[in-house]
């Protein structure tokens, strides 16, 4: 079934639809309570803050695409910036964005399929969740979807963050979401400024916690029945107590395993396996 999904773009299309249909039954009619309210004002305590650069230079795309996705994170970030998260609430990157359309302002970017890079209206909205998961991944709220990327495409040009540390959407079934389990209220702050997406979370409370991310077991593999080449690590959430220092938890984030769409680099040891 899944094969002839695949091969027929009109079958395909239409499963397309069905998942859209039933998620947004779910945004409706589920238990969820989503975040939807703005705050005028900040509140007072930043948890965490990070900025990503928005022209990259990325293999052989066309930076018409970069520049176009520009737009396109302008206009998402509009839908979210100063969203409160309340204790109980979900937020869900789909349910505050929309449908980007070219009815709405949004452009041709580039999106990935299946390790392909191709082009469509809204392409680029990827840097986007990265940020967020990365800025989530550095306070107590609970990760609740998130999907990483199969492949990995592009070779690191400037890359800041650890491999597989970045989320992967398409609207509106393939979403990033995360719950507030605490007993306080976050803020989420996301904007274009300069030659940066930024975004920060703020909390209505200090909070007594540090959080931080550690990558383990970095390599890159070699299967030579398929001569294919993998990339893969392992990445924890760490948890410090402010007033001491002490480590108080660390938990199991993701295991990747991805494979490259590009040589690894001649300066890298490369494992062979079976």
Not at 166 to 189: E, H, M, P
Not at 218 to 233: D, G
Request: hydrophobic share 35%.
């Amino acid at each position: 079934m899944l094969t002839a999904i695949k091969r027929n773009p009109g079958v395909r299309a239409v499963a397309i639809e069905c998942h859209r249909l039933r998620r947004t039954l779910r945004w409706h009619f589920g238990k969820e309570k989503f975040s939807m309210t703005k705050a005028s004002t900040d509140l007072m305590y930043k948890v965490f803050d990070h900025k990503s650069l928005l022209l990259r230079r990325l293999g052989n795309a066309d930076m018409r695409l970069q520049y176009n996705k520009v737009t396109n994170l302008r206009l998402a970030a509009a839908t979210m910036n100063d969203v409160l998260i309340r204790p109980g609430e979900t937020f869900s990157l789909w349910k505050l964005v929309g449908r980007p359309t070219a009815k709405r302002g949004f452009l041709s970017g580039m999106l990935l399929s299946n390790g392909e890079v191709i082009e469509g209206v809204g392409g680029g909205l990827c840097q986007i969740a990265n940020l967020l998961y990365w800025t989530v991944l550095h306070s107590p709220l609970t990760v609740t979807e998130r999907y990483r990327h199969s492949y990995d495409v592009f070779p690191d040009s400037g890359r800041v963050l650890p491999f597989g540390s970045g989320a992967t959407i398409f609207y509106n079934y393939v979403d990033l979401q995360f719950r507030n389990d605490t007993s306080i209220t976050f803020q989420l702050k996301v904007w274009v400024e300069g030659d940066f997406l930024r975004g920060e979370l703020r909390a209505s409370q200090e909070q007594t916690e540090s959080y931080s991310v550690t990558e383990r077991d970095h390599r890159f593999l070699y299967k030579k029945a398929t001569n294919t080449y993998y990339r893969e690590n392992v990445l924890f959430q760490r948890v410090t107590d402010k007033r001491t220092g002490n480590l108080i938890a660390e938990k199991l984030i993701c295991a990747n395993h991805s494979e490259l769409k590009y040589l690894p680099p001649t300066d890298v040891d490369v494992v062979g396996v079976e």
